[in-house]
């Protein structure tokens, strides 16, 4: 059986410097999902709900996603699990027909909650910091042993948008909601929640993963110090930043060919990336 491995320098020629202890977060579990939102309520901006109680018809623009809340609580029958409720907060925007006019610009607030349970481990240990603000808040040290979720989403994709008449709205549609002043400031005006005509209900694809993460220490190998080889100077050979020749410069710009020569494929890094909500 090989020897454990400690903190030091490694004997074996493989490269590796030594062996380092670190602290860092570890992921202990994840997961992937794309969900199908069907028929969220959309709560629009004064000016907006003005025009979709006038309008005959919407068509759909793009949805932003604005914010996401995370509370992570541990399941209690089943010891190193953990529930993950995350909220995601969406700006939508579309376009309202209203008669024969061109389509006026609307936008509104529509909410998605989201639940699953993953693997966090346990731990009994209390963490402090001396970084932590002079004891200030003694008596509310968070819980031990609870890990971090982390979620990473892209902007939705909207796959559906329709108008419906508040009659024929579902008795459950009027709903109280916690929204974040961070996420009212995006709209720059009150969001109506009740007392309009017409209401909006869209139906967005969300992509995200999701992952439980820990401090903890671990030993990884080292091969050498992490030493920059990129010069910070600009102006090349010693000179002063903004000194070289333009003309020397422009040289060394590629040819823009793809300007003269459209391509024959567009590839994006995202399936939300022709969204242009601002």
Aim: proline letters at 6%.
């Amino acid at each position: 059986m090989p020897e454990k491995v400690v903190p030091g320098p490694v004997c074996e020629d493989r490269s590796i410097r030594e062996a380092v202890c670190i602290h860092t977060k570890k992921i202990f579990d994840s997961c992937k999902d794309r969900d199908c939102v069907e028929d969220l309520r959309v709560y629009p901006t004064r000016c907006s709900q003005d025009m979709i109680d006038r309008a005959q018809s919407v068509k759909a623009k793009c949805a932003e996603l604005l914010y996401a809340y995370i509370d992570v609580e541990p399941v209690t029958f089943n010891r190193g699990f953990y529930t993950v409720d995350v909220r995601y907060f969406y700006r939508i925007t579309a376009d309202a027909f209203v008669g024969a006019a061109r389509p006026v610009e609307v936008c509104g607030l529509a909410v998605f909650d989201k639940r699953t349970v993953l693997f966090g481990s346990d731990g009994g240990a209390k963490v402090f910091s001396s970084r932590d603000e002079d004891g200030a808040q003694v008596q509310c040290v968070p819980r031990a042993a609870v890990p971090d979720a982390v979620v990473e989403a892209v902007d939705p994709l909207i796959l559906n948008l329709k108008l419906v008449d508040v009659c024929e709205c579902r008795p459950c549609d009027c709903v109280c909601l916690d929204i974040p002043e961070g996420v009212t400031a995006c709209f720059g005006e009150d969001l109506v929640m009740s007392g309009d005509l017409h209401r909006l209900f869209v139906t967005l694809g969300q992509f995200s993963i999701i992952r439980m993460e820990r401090d903890t220490q671990l030993l990884i190998p080292a091969y050498d110090y992490c030493v920059p080889t990129k010069d910070c100077s600009c102006g090349g050979n010693g000179d002063e930043p903004g000194q070289q020749d333009p003309c020397e410069m422009f040289q060394q710009v590629q040819f823009p060919v793809n300007e003269f020569f459209p391509p024959n494929t567009i590839t994006t890094t995202s399936s939300a990336s022709q969204c242009c909500c601002r």
